[in-house]
């Protein structure tokens, strides 16, 4: 099998929010077990990259997942095939368990649930699918708690084990940094290379440069809507292009 | 054709009434995010201010009443009336709203509708429960328009309520303080750095809007008469045009009530036709503020503005049930204790709380776990009494069989409600499921083609050959019905622990919680609403099915709108998020034991609705956990006093955000 | 040294008791310009709210004008000249320019009107426009013009830069800059451009993980490069354990 039937790729994604182009043709991919680095200047339209992805947005262009389009599927079904997303906010369930965070998004409900729930045996193998998808972040014994009580560093490593949980091939990571002092955010670097040592893609969207810089194999630079760079690590330290995005243009050479 | 424009021309005096709720509704709508259920209601009690001093020229206050030597000229007792209104809306600004501005959507509505309940209930015990005729403010005359000759009151009417609509326009458009209301609509947090206070907008938007509603309700009750119940309701119509006039086009407001004014009147001519069908014609007048809703939140759902406010805080927390059967049979043991000592009335009111608290479970599957807000619970439960009563009389269809066909029936109409939740949520959502319950109540239970005035018998249950109806002979309340309802309740309560414990609990929490982050993790929130819907809707089915039997046939009157109100109201005060609460609600709910004895050994029925009302805005202020939260708050930090461990801190207000209403 | 219109002292502030930004201090006096910078998620705009109290101060204490900032109460602190343009820039899509300049004066004030219309010359033919259909720029413009109208002794603005082509925020930062000096106005400006923001700022602080990690003023900061860069990318800790 060509590289072309694995991970996710779009072709020409486009957003447009009336006039505003917010996404501009946009060409990524992301393969298994490799993670990518996505930033830009605040409002360069990352967020609404992954809102297009993952169809809460809509968008023109196309998606691939696994060979196969996605794009027309609602988020739900999307999810289901294996394309999964955390939040900037983490939008945990807050009423629920740690556990049962990650249980409904193993076992979502529905009509057949009803039944089960009414007459059916409760499921043994749930609580092995939650355990290994903590396990996989790191997190261990918290599953009973409730997830508000958590601290924001242990809130958003559940979102990332909510996110990989059942049959992740390709998890988009928004801003799971974003709150994490620097130590906290060490850590979640280490976490995140064992996720794509276990196989899923990882598309890495955060603001902590040196998070993104350090832990990423390739680097999509954003600004204004459109990808001017991509590359490895190294290379985008020292564009001129990817500096001037961040730190903006001296002003001498900017008026020249 | 004459007699057409005469009915258009009377319609316009409903118009106008429309036009003077309506643009209050707006008001208070931009002004504070709130939608006002109790518009209606607020304005009525002006009226009636006004009613009484022409009357007997007395001055009736909530509590106390002044008596003037003579009865005032009709201009001062009608400006005594907008401002007894005025003054109403002042204290319901400070008491009642502003408290919960910043509060969940859920707790908005509930406020408002408690607010509605407590304002009838205080009508019903100042002023009498029966109609009154009102004097007019406009003298009746004839003026002739297109050489028909038509009544000329109805036109002043609408002069007078467009001339005070403009001013509100004016006001909203030209005055510093009303743009500043339009801005802080928009967008609160730039307002309060502008250096506006949005909680002195929202009095002041407050006292227009009862001035205006309550000038319209004034002029329109001269011509209809007034009372406690048809003023209260009529602001479900009003919300319908709000929605039309997409929250915010005061100019929209104004046409959309006439228009639908002229309307209703000209299809109460047509209905008395002779071609028209005999079994559509009651309530088709109220049938079509509901189509319109809907038709309008389908065209234009996803773009109903919201009105972006500070939110603070949260629903209450839901509490995964469990089945511990050592409290289960303990609860159970207790109920049959209960109705073993207890008989006749007594007995029936508790067999009543029983069969309430399943109606208060429908609300915490479709609200407490949901997060849904629907008004309609009670249409849920009396089309299953309904069909009961169809399927018993002409099938012969036995008992068990029966009520479960007939649950299945209101599960349907559950899940047809739940397809405009797909749009829209939070308070409009309610006014859409407001608006189906009045629909289905004017249109279906009290249709005396469908429901015959002496009312629909249904056939005593049997099981086994066995009766197990409620009455034989001189026995009211028979045992053995008790325990039937008892055993249809557990079981009931058994498969909503299940269902509420297992996959189905997770999803509708998790819809609740955030609707994009559920269905980022798999979950169709499509199908999560209409199953929502459909268990909530078959609960309250298989409650309106005992309620069917408890009395031998269905009656129109038990599932009134007002009764699902007031059954929302207790079981938003018992906790809407626990089955514990349901159970709190069933006790204190209508027709329940608390009532029962409220009403016979205090005789003080009358005040069963004021004290609910006034309760349930306190809870909703106060303590928005409910009852049953709060005793197991304070449960457990008794337990935790005893293991000498320090009780779970208070919890943190949610992270201070700019969050949508919708 | 001038009078110190606002200032923070070991401040505290964040969310679900979570501090986003801790032990800051923070002063801009009149006519000074002073720059907070940082990348995002730093708790700049954290810091905004907490100095104009929307977020309670966990720790530390905000003075505006010489009086502690009262919590929640950002109104008061607006009519007594202490005014936040916010990231979302507190206009409403639904008023005309009119509108909003109506807004800013308790009474109309044409010659103040003119004044300030005159620093934004691109609004003067706008006024009956909706705001809604105004450019990024003239909504940036209006933002700061109506501000500007209620005659402020302190003016925050938040991310002004945010989603505008450098070629605008470049006429906008110098007129700001004038301002300040010309009215003696205390400026705090948010910015993610860096460069843009340091040419017209006196001095500037650079957070990063919720605290200060650098400080000075203009020409200090501009001179040392590798110093802001740093800064903003942070340290090879990452690196270092990538091999690992």
Same mark, same amino acid.
């Given at each position: 099998?060509?590289?072309?039937?694995?991970g996710?790729?779009?072709?020409?994604?486009?957003v447009?929010?009336g006039?505003?182009?917010?996404?501009d043709?946009?060409?990524l991919r992301?393969?298994?077990?490799?993670?990518v680095g996505l930033?830009?200047?605040?409002?360069?339209?990352?967020?609404?990259?992954?809102?297009?992805v993952t169809?809460?947005t809509?968008?023109?262009?196309?998606?691939?997942?696994?060979?196969?389009?996605?794009?027309?599927?609602?988020?739900?079904?999307?999810?289901?095939?294996g394309?999964?997303?955390?939040?900037?906010?983490?939008?945990?369930?807050?009423?629920?368990?740690?556990?049962?965070n990650?249980?409904?998004?193993?076992?979502?409900?529905?009509?057949?649930?009803?039944?089960r729930d009414?007459?059916?045996?409760?499921?043994?193998?749930?609580?092995?699918?939650?355990t290994?998808?903590?396990?996989?972040v790191?997190l261990?014994?918290?599953?009973?708690?409730?997830t508000?009580?958590?601290?924001?560093?242990?809130?958003k490593?559940?979102? =990332?084990?909510?996110?990989?949980?059942?049959?992740?091939?390709?998890v988009l990571?928004?801003?799971?940094?974003a709150?994490?002092?620097?130590?906290?955010?060490?850590?979640?670097?280490?976490?995140?290379?064992?996720i794509?040592?276990?196989?899923?893609?990882?598309?890495?969207?955060?603001?902590?440069?040196?998070? =993104?810089?350090? =832990?990423c194999?390739?680097?999509?630079?954003?600004e204004?809507?459109?990808?001017?760079?991509?590359g490895?690590?190294?290379?985008?330290?020292?564009?001129?292009?990817?500096?001037?995005?961040?730190l903006? =243009?001296?002003?001498?050479?900017?008026h020249? | 054709?004459?007699?057409?424009?005469q009915?258009?021309?009377?319609g316009?005096?409903?118009?106008a009434?429309?036009?003077g709720?309506?643009?209050?509704?707006v008001?208070v709508y931009?002004?504070t995010g709130?939608?006002?259920?109790?518009?209606?209601?607020?304005?009525?009690?002006?009226?009636?201010v006004?009613?009484q001093l022409?009357?007997?020229?007395?001055?009736?206050?909530?509590?106390?009443?002044i008596?003037?030597?003579?009865?005032?000229?009709?201009?001062?007792?009608a400006?005594i009336?907008?401002?007894?209104?005025?003054?109403?809306g /002042?204290?319901?600004?400070?008491?009642?709203f502003?408290? %919960?501005?910043?509060?969940?959507?859920?707790?908005?509505?509930?406020?408002?509708?408690?607010?509605?309940?407590?304002?009838?209930?205080? %009508?019903? /015990?100042?002023?009498g429960?029966?109609?009154?005729?009102v004097?007019s403010?406009? &003298?009746?005359?004839?003026?002739?328009?297109?050489?028909?000759?038509?009544?000329?009151?109805e036109?002043i009417?609408?002069?007078?309520?467009?001339?005070?609509?403009? @001013?509100?326009?004016?006001?909203?458009?030209?005055?510093?303080?009303?743009?500043?209301?339009?801005?802080?609509?928009?967008n609160?947090?730039?307002?309060?750095?502008?250096?506006?206070a949005?909680?002195?907008?929202?009095?002041?938007?407050?006292?227009?809007?009862?001035a205006?509603?309550?000038?319209?309700?004034? @002029?329109?009750?001269?011509l209809?008469?007034l009372?406690?119940?048809n003023?209260?309701l009529l602001?479900?119509?009003?919300?319908?045009?709000?929605?039309?006039a997409?929250?915010?086009?005061?100019?929209?407001?104004?046409a959309?009530?006439?228009?639908l004014?002229?309307f209703?009147s000209?299809?109460?001519?047509?209905?008395?036709?002779?071609?028209?069908p005999?079994?559509?014609?009651?309530?088709v007048?109220?049938?079509?503020?509901?189509?319109?809703v809907?038709?309008i939140?389908f065209l234009?759902?996803?773009?109903?503005?919201?009105?972006?406010?500070?939110?603070?805080?949260?629903?209450?927390?839901?509490?995964v049930p469990?089945?511990?059967?050592?409290?289960a049979?303990?609860l159970?043991?207790?109920?049959v204790?209960?109705?073993? @000592?207890?008989q006749?009335?007594?007995?029936?009111?508790?067999?009543?709380?029983?069969?309430?608290?399943?109606?208060?479970l429908?609300?915490v599957?479709?609200?407490?776990?949901?997060?849904?807000?629907?008004?309609a619970q009670t249409?849920?439960?009396?089309?299953a009494?309904?069909?009961?009563?169809?399927?018993?009389?002409?099938w012969?269809?036995?008992?068990?069989?029966?009520?479960?066909?007939?649950?299945?029936?209101?599960?349907?109409?559950?899940?047809?409600?739940?397809? &405009?939740?797909?749009?829209i949520?939070?308070?409009?959502l309610?006014?859409?499921t407001?608006?189906?319950?009045?629909?289905i109540?004017?249109?279906?239970?009290?249709?005396?083609?469908?429901?015959?005035p002496?009312?629909?018998?249904?056939?005593?249950?049997?099981?086994?050959?066995?009766?197990?109806?409620?009455?034989?002979?001189?026995? @009211?309340?028979?045992?053995?019905?008790?325990?039937? %309802?008892?055993?249809?309740a557990?079981?009931?309560?058994?498969?909503?622990?299940?269902?509420?414990?297992?996959?189905?609990?997770r999803?509708f929490?998790?819809?609740?919680a955030?609707?994009?982050a559920?269905?980022?993790?798999?979950?169709?929130?499509?199908?999560?609403?209409?199953?929502g819907?459909?268990?909530?809707?078959?609960?309250?089915?298989?409650?309106?099915?005992l309620?069917g039997?408890s009395?031998?046939?269905?009656?129109?009157?038990?599932?009134?709108v007002f009764?699902g109100?007031q059954?929302?109201a207790?079981a938003?005060?018992?906790?809407?998020?626990?089955?514990?609460?349901?159970v /709190?609600?069933g006790?204190?709910?209508p027709?329940?034991?608390?009532?029962?004895?409220?009403h016979?050994?205090f005789?003080?029925?009358?005040?069963?609705?004021?004290?609910s009302g006034?309760?349930l805005?306190?809870?909703?202020?106060l303590? &928005?956990?409910?009852?049953?939260?709060e005793?197991?708050?304070?449960?457990?930090?008794l337990?935790?006093?005893?293991r000498?461990?320090?009780?779970?801190?208070?919890?943190?207000?949610?992270?201070?955000?700019l969050?949508?209403?919708? | 040294?001038?009078?110190?219109?606002l200032s923070?002292?070991?401040?505290?502030?964040?969310? #679900?008791?979570?501090?986003a930004?801790r032990?800051?201090?923070?002063?801009?006096?009149?006519?000074?310009?002073?720059?907070?910078?940082?990348? #995002?998620?730093?708790?700049?705009?954290?810091?905004?709210?907490?100095?104009?109290?929307?977020?309670?101060?966990?720790a530390?204490?905000?003075?505006?004008?010489?009086?502690?900032?009262?919590?929640?109460?950002?109104?008061?602190l607006?009519r007594?000249?202490?005014?936040?343009v916010?990231?979302?820039?507190?206009?409403y899509?639904?008023?005309?320019?009119?509108?909003?300049?109506?807004l800013a004066?308790? !009474?109309?004030?044409?010659? !103040?009107?003119a004044?300030?219309?005159? !620093?934004?010359?691109?609004?003067?033919?706008?006024?009956? !426009?909706?705001?809604?259909?105004?450019?990024g720029?003239?909504?940036?413009?209006?933002?700061?013009?109506?501000?500007?109208?209620?005659?402020?002794?302190v003016?925050?603005?938040?991310?002004?830069?945010?989603?505008?082509?450098?070629?605008?925020?470049?006429?906008?930062?110098?007129?700001?800059?004038e301002?300040?000096?010309?009215e003696?106005?205390?400026?705090?400006?948010?910015?993610?451009h860096v460069?843009?923001?340091l040419?017209?700022s006196?001095r500037?602080?650079?957070? #990063?993980?919720?605290?200060?990690?650098?400080?000075?003023?203009?020409?200090?900061?501009?001179?040392?490069?590798?110093r802001?860069?740093s800064?903003?990318?942070?340290?090879?800790?990452?690196a270092?354990?990538q091999?690992?």
């Amino acid at each position: 099998m060509s590289a072309e039937q694995h991970g996710l790729r779009t072709s020409e994604l486009s957003v447009r929010y009336g006039g505003l182009v917010a996404n501009d043709r946009v060409e990524l991919r992301v393969e298994p077990g490799e993670i990518v680095g996505l930033i830009g200047p605040n409002g360069a339209g990352k967020t609404t990259f992954v809102d297009a992805v993952t169809g809460f947005t809509t968008a023109e262009g196309e998606v691939f997942l696994g060979g196969q389009r996605i794009d027309g599927l609602p988020p739900h079904q999307r999810r289901r095939r294996g394309l999964s997303r955390t939040w900037q906010a983490g939008e945990l369930f807050g009423n629920l368990t740690v556990a049962q965070n990650i249980e409904v998004a193993v076992a979502h409900g529905g009509f057949g649930a009803i039944v089960r729930d009414l007459f059916g045996r409760r499921r043994a193998s749930l609580g092995e699918t939650v355990t290994a998808a903590l396990r996989t972040v790191g997190l261990d014994g918290i599953e009973d708690t409730v997830t508000r009580d958590l601290s924001l560093g242990q809130q958003k490593l559940v979102g =990332v084990a909510r996110a990989l949980a059942g049959n992740g091939q390709v998890v988009l990571l928004d801003e799971p940094a974003a709150g994490l002092d620097s130590q906290e955010s060490l850590e979640f670097a280490e976490r995140v290379r064992g996720i794509a040592r276990g196989g899923p893609g990882v598309l890495l969207i955060d603001h902590d440069m040196s998070l =993104v810089l350090g =832990v990423c194999d390739r680097i999509y630079v954003m600004e204004f809507g459109k990808v001017i760079f991509t590359g490895t690590p190294a290379q985008a330290r020292t564009d001129s292009r990817v500096i001037a995005a961040y730190l903006g =243009v001296p002003m001498e050479s900017a008026h020249a | 054709m004459d007699t057409y424009l005469q009915f258009i021309v009377l319609g316009l005096g409903l118009g106008a009434v429309y036009i003077g709720l309506t643009t209050g509704l707006v008001l208070v709508y931009r002004a504070t995010g709130i939608i006002n259920f109790a518009q209606g209601a607020m304005a009525m009690w002006g009226a009636y201010v006004f009613a009484q001093l022409r009357i007997d020229g007395t001055l009736v206050l909530p509590i106390g009443r002044i008596t003037f030597g003579a009865k005032p000229v009709i201009l001062v007792a009608a400006l005594i009336g907008v401002l007894m209104s005025v003054l109403l809306g /002042i204290v319901a600004h400070y008491l009642v709203f502003r408290p %919960v501005r910043h509060a969940p959507v859920l707790a908005q509505v509930v406020v408002s509708v408690a607010l509605m309940l407590t304002l009838q209930a205080l %009508v019903v /015990i100042r002023f009498g429960p029966n109609s009154i005729v009102v004097d007019s403010l406009v &003298p009746a005359g004839t003026v002739t328009l297109f050489g028909v000759e038509v009544s000329s009151r109805e036109l002043i009417m609408t002069a007078v309520m467009i001339a005070l609509a403009a @001013l509100v326009w004016a006001y909203l458009r030209f005055t510093r303080a009303g743009v500043a209301t339009r801005a802080a609509s928009e967008n609160e947090r730039g307002a309060m750095l502008m250096g506006f206070a949005p909680d002195r907008l929202a009095g002041v938007a407050m006292v227009l809007a009862s001035a205006v509603g309550t000038v319209g309700v004034l @002029l329109g009750s001269s011509l209809t008469g007034l009372n406690p119940a048809n003023y209260t309701l009529l602001v479900v119509p009003a919300l319908a045009v709000l929605l039309v006039a997409r929250m915010e086009s005061i100019g929209v407001v104004v046409a959309a009530s006439l228009v639908l004014g002229a309307f209703q009147s000209v299809v109460n001519l047509l209905v008395s036709k002779p071609w028209w069908p005999q079994w559509a014609q009651s309530g088709v007048d109220q049938v079509i503020p509901f189509v319109v809703v809907m038709v309008i939140l389908f065209l234009f759902g996803r773009r109903l503005p919201s009105r972006g406010t500070l939110q603070t805080v949260r629903l209450p927390d839901v509490h995964v049930p469990r089945i511990r059967p050592v409290p289960a049979l303990v609860l159970v043991a207790a109920a049959v204790a209960v109705l073993a @000592l207890t008989q006749d009335t007594y007995r029936f009111g508790v067999t009543y709380s029983i069969i309430l608290m399943l109606v208060a479970l429908s609300y915490v599957i479709v609200t407490g776990y949901l997060g849904q807000i629907s008004l309609a619970q009670t249409s849920f439960a009396g089309a299953a009494g309904f069909t009961l009563s169809k399927v018993t009389t002409n099938w012969d269809m036995p008992f068990p069989l029966a009520i479960l066909f007939c649950s299945l029936v209101a599960a349907l109409l559950g899940m047809i409600v739940a397809l &405009p939740a797909f749009r829209i949520r939070g308070a409009q959502l309610a006014i859409v499921t407001i608006a189906a319950a009045l629909a289905i109540e004017r249109f279906v239970f009290n249709n005396y083609a469908l429901t015959p005035p002496s009312g629909n018998p249904i056939a005593n249950p049997s099981l086994f050959g066995l009766n197990v109806g409620v009455r034989e002979g001189s026995d @009211l309340s028979r045992m053995a019905f008790s325990l039937t %309802v008892l055993v249809v309740a557990v079981l009931v309560v058994l498969a909503f622990v299940r269902l509420a414990s297992g996959t189905t609990g997770r999803m509708f929490l998790a819809v609740r919680a955030n609707e994009r982050a559920a269905a980022s993790v798999g979950i169709d929130v499509r199908t999560a609403k209409v199953i929502g819907f459909g268990l909530s809707a078959f609960v309250a089915g298989m409650a309106g099915c005992l309620i069917g039997y408890s009395a031998g046939q269905l009656s129109a009157e038990s599932f009134t709108v007002f009764v699902g109100l007031q059954i929302l109201a207790v079981a938003y005060l018992g906790g809407i998020t626990s089955f514990g609460g349901a159970v /709190i609600a069933g006790i204190i709910g209508p027709l329940g034991i608390i009532y029962v004895v409220l009403h016979e050994v205090f005789d003080m029925g009358d005040y069963y609705a004021l004290i609910s009302g006034i309760a349930l805005i306190a809870t909703a202020i106060l303590n &928005p956990v409910g009852i049953a939260g709060e005793t197991r708050r304070q449960i457990a930090w008794l337990r935790g006093k005893l293991r000498a461990r320090p009780a779970d801190p208070p919890p943190v207000p949610d992270r201070k955000v700019l969050s949508d209403v919708s | 040294m001038p009078e110190q219109l606002l200032s923070a002292e070991g401040l505290t502030a964040g969310y #679900n008791g979570v501090p986003a930004i801790r032990d800051l201090d923070l002063s801009v006096g009149a006519g000074e310009v002073v720059s907070l910078l940082g990348p #995002n998620g730093s708790g700049k705009t954290t810091t905004l709210l907490a100095l104009v109290g929307l977020l309670p101060a966990m720790a530390g204490t905000v003075t505006a004008l010489g009086e502690p900032v009262p919590t929640r109460r950002p109104h008061l602190l607006a009519r007594r000249g202490v005014r936040l343009v916010p990231d979302d820039r507190g206009i409403y899509f639904g008023l005309s320019v009119r509108e909003h300049l109506r807004l800013a004066r308790r !009474r109309p004030d044409p010659a !103040r009107t003119a004044a300030v219309l005159d !620093r934004f010359p691109a609004l003067a033919g706008l006024q009956s !426009r909706k705001v809604g259909l105004l450019s990024g720029g003239e909504q940036q413009m209006l933002a700061i013009a109506t501000a500007l109208l209620g005659g402020p002794k302190v003016l925050m603005v938040d991310e002004m830069s945010l989603g505008l082509a450098p070629k605008i925020v470049q006429e906008m930062l110098p007129a700001i800059r004038e301002l300040a000096r010309d009215e003696g106005i205390a400026v705090l400006l948010v910015e993610q451009h860096v460069e843009l923001a340091l040419a017209v700022s006196d001095r500037a602080v650079v957070l #990063n993980h919720g605290r200060a990690v650098l400080a000075g003023t203009a020409t200090y900061l501009l001179a040392g490069r590798d110093r802001l860069e740093s800064a903003y990318f942070g340290a090879d800790e990452f690196a270092a354990t990538q091999g690992a």
